[in-house]
Nanobody, 114 residues
Framework: VQLQASGGGLVQAGGSLRLSCAAN????????VGWYRQAPGKQRERVAD???????NYADSVKGRFTISRDDAKNIIYLEMNSLEPEDTAVYYC?????????WGQGTLVTVSS
């Protein structure tokens, strides 16, 4: 399984970015797909995920600002990020889980300047 993340970059506080994660197989075969992030010196944390039934879940820190979605026809997972804050600066990783198997993308860097 390959997960290719893209869309990161440098943005000012209050700005927006959209991350994309393209999978090389049908994402409906996964139980859950989503995004994690890891800031410098911190542990990787879950940002948002969405089940095969399209039920989204968000970390409290991003609720109301981030939206996760999926395009099952294109096998792409999106993360729309609005009202970005410097605390959102991190490498964002795409993730997919099938049963007890976890798959990770290579990460895309998001930097939010104050």
């Amino acid at each position: 399984v390959q997960l290719q993340a893209s869309g990161g970059g440098l943005v000012q506080a209050g700005g927006s970015l959209r991350l994309s994660c393209a999978a090389n197989r049908r994402i409906l075969t996964f139980n859950v797909v989503g995004w994690y992030r890891q800031a410098p010196g911190k542990q990787r944390e879950r940002v948002a995920d969405i089940s095969s039934r399209a039920y989204p879940n968000y970390a409290d820190s991003v609720k109301g600002r981030f939206t996760i979605s999926r395009d099952d026809a294109k096998n792409i997972i999106y993360l729309e990020m609005n009202s970005l804050e410097p605390e959102d600066t991190a490498v964002y990783y795409c993730h997919a889980r099938q049963a007890n198997l976890n798959y990770w993308g290579q990460g895309t860097l998001v930097t939010v300047s104050s």
